[in-house]
Every structure is written in structure tokens, then in C-alpha cells.
């Protein structure tokens, strides 16, 4: 899966209007840093560094916790709903799944054969969803020594995006197939698909209040599909280029896309979306900010300069 969200891959700058924009935190880097990732609970970084290290550093005091070494080649990455894990799939197949804090022991298992493409915890903490490069996805339970629980499903083609509901009840995935599919994930059996989308999908996140569920990618417009029917209800169109990232904020109103240049001639274009008048406004500032996350709903938006990073908090 791949995941562009305000520069985490392609050195983009989201940009939002200043007046928007609350400062909470400054932080001392160790590494000149082109992207970074805010954890959910807003209290780490994970922050790519140009030697391709990967380090996980608090934003209160700026200690780092965890760095993971070049040689590790991190391909993919991410923090537990409850920011108190971190994920962090390898190109060499392997998973680590290490604290944010404290002194639990990291655990380290081989997943696939291939480059892990996506990892992405369940709402309990206990489960990690894995698919390796062109594979459907497995879920694994990670309490104990890691265990295969249940493998995904795809008509042919690997995963593409995949995002839990608010309630953890439900587990929605994109695949190379072009289906959209939502699982129980109390029995991992299919519950409903959706094969309305033409081309591939790259973001899926469900709306804060778990009604909705929006799928983006390279199709023209983002699909607004009501989860308890699988039907589409609405269309956000009219945008140049392809849906890289949806993040819909906790008010269940408001939506931020990326969108990217079909020809990677142009530089991403972010977006806020008003999914009641069904319009959007560009995000723009004289900021170059590098990296960001959701953070108990809100947006936030980092900048980082040789060593000091900035963050805030879009209002």
C-alpha cells in the first residue's frame, strides 16, 4: 500500500493558511530529515532521515525512543491507533513491531518473501495487518509470539489500501483488482464488495462516525459509499490528477486529499473537502511543510529544517 499523506513519500508540501494553523511543539532533530509521521496520540515522531534511518523521537523532549538502522531498509510503517506501537515492515520481508515507550520487548518476524508493502495495526493493538508487494494481505496476531490469523482476498493483484472503522468492527481494503471489499473482523469473512470503481483505489478511510467510507485513486473523483449498504451515495469530482491520501477529520464534515499529478511533472496538490456541500478549497501557505498525521481527529501539519522541526495543529 502506499501512502503519500502530506510528503511521508514524495517530498510534497502540503500548505495551509497561516491564520489556520496553531503552533504545539518544536523539535530538535538529530538528522536532516525530508518526511515525517505523526503518531495518533500526537507524542512521537517517526522521522525518515536522508541516510535512511528511520527514528522514532517523542515531541515533548525530543529523546529518541527507537532508530531503525539503514541496513534495516524500512519499506513501510505505521503507529497503533493508541500511538504505543510501532509497526515497521522491511523490503527483505521481515515485520518489527517495537514500543513507543517503556520497556516491552520488541518482536521481529518474518511475514512474506517479498517487500512488505503494508502494515497496519487493528483496533485492538493485538492484530497486524501485513501484505508483502502484490499480495492480498494476512492478518496477524502479534500478542504472544506472531501467528498467521486469517489471509485476505483478491480476484488477482496485491493490496492497495486498506482502513479500519472507528469501532474496529470492520476492516475496509483496496486491491490491484479494483474491488472494494469490508470484513468482519470478529470471523474475517467478506461482508460486502464494491465493484462500481473502474481503476485502482489508493486511499479508503472510513468517516469518523463509521457511516461512511470514501475510496480515492486514479479514477477522476472519490466515491462516497454508505457502509451499511455498500452503495455509492455521492461523488467528490472535479479535480485534476489522482487521489494519493484521504484523511477525514473527527468532525465528520470535512475530508484533506492529496492529489497527484498524473505525469509526476507537478507538485501534489492538497485539498479540503466539505463532504456536506460537497466542495472544496486548496490548502495554501508560504510554509514548506514536510510532514503530518491525525491526531485525535485534528490535522497536523510538521515542517522540518536542518534540525528543528515545527508543528501544528490545522483549526
Known sequence: MRSWFICITVGCCLAVHAAELKPVATVHLSCESPSQMVSPNGGQLAVRCKDHTLHLVDVANGHEQYVFSAAVGVSSYAYSRDGRWFAAGTKEGWVEIVPTSGSASPKRWRADDRRIDTVQFLA??????????????????????????????????????????????????ADGD?????????????????????????????????????????????????????????????????????????????????YLDNNGLKPPRPMMWNLETLKAE??????????????????WVVSAAGSSLQAWEYE
Not at 501484505?131 to 492497495?160: C, I, M, N, Q, Y
Request: net charge neutral; aromatic share 6%.
Open 124 to 173: 485492538d493493538g493485538d492484530s497486524l495487518l501485513v501484505a508483502g508487494a502484490d499480495k492480498p494481505g494476512a492478518v496477524w496476531d502479534v500478542r504472544e509470539a506472531p501467528k498467521l490469523r486469517a489471509s485476505l482476498h483478491s480476484d488477482f493483484a496485491g493490496l492497495t489500501a486498506c482502513a479500519l472503522s472507528p469501532d474496529g468492527k470492520l476492516l475496509a481494503t
Open 178 to 258: 479494483t474491488v472494494l471489499r469490508i470484513y468482519d473482523t470478529a470471523t474475517w469473512k467478506i461482508v460486502r464488495e464494491y465493484r462500481g470503481i473502474k481503476l485502482e483505489t489508493f486511499a479508503v478511510p472510513f468517516t469518523g462516525d463509521g457511516k461512511y467510507l470514501l475510496a480515492g485513486g486514479a479514477d477522476d473523483h472519490i466515491s462516497v459509499l454508505e457502509v451499511s449498504s455498500g452503495t455509492e451515495v455521492r461523488k467528490l469530482g472535479g479535480q485534476a490528477g489522482y487521489v494519493g491520501e484521504i484523511l477525514p477529520l473527527g468532525d465528520n464534515r470535512r475530508a484533506a486529499v492529496v
Open 282 to 299: 486548496p490548502l495554501t501557505s508560504e510554509r514548506p511543510l514536510t510532514g503530518g498525521g491525525l491526531v485525535r481527529g485534528k490535522l
